[in-house]
């Protein structure tokens, strides 16, 4: 599976932001996607996971309600949308892909990796 995430950017503190993953290839209904960012200085963290057959999702601590993952199965997308901005959320923001359960959080579970979008959030 191949994956291509976009729709980074800069937004000042705030405001909204709403990233793509397109995947391509052969995707099961029991496998998962997720978000992950890396902060610069920082290790890659979990942010929010979602199942490609139930649409059940899952989130880490660093979104707190903010943000909220969705996918569009027909289009084979998933998407991230983040609202109230921080510039603690500047990162580069990553999609991956793996077989199985969407609640795992540790990044070596994740086979698939698409190649990140910048977010940028001013202050």
């Known amino acids: 599976v191949q994956l291509q995430a976009s729709g980074g950017g800069l937004v000042q503190a705030g405001g909204s932001l709403r990233l793509s993953c397109a995947a391509s290839?052969?995707?099961?209904?029991?496998?998962?996607m997720a978000w992950f960012r890396r902060a610069p200085g920082k290790e890659r963290e979990f942010v929010s996971s979602i199942r490609w057959g139930s649409g059940s999702t899952y989130y880490g601590d660093v979104v707190n309600g903010r943000f909220t993952i969705s996918s569009d199965r027909p289009k084979n997308a998933v998407y991230l949308q983040m609202n109230s901005l921080k510039p603690e959320d500047t990162a580069v923001y990553y999609c991956?892909?793996?077989?199985?359960?969407?609640?795992?959080?540790?990044?070596?579970?994740?086979?698939?990796w698409g190649q990140g979008t910048l977010v940028t959030v001013s202050s």
């Open positions: 290839g052969r995707i099961f209904s029991g496998g998962a």
């Open positions: 991956a892909g793996r077989s199985g359960s969407h609640y795992v959080t540790n990044e070596r579970d994740y086979t698939n």
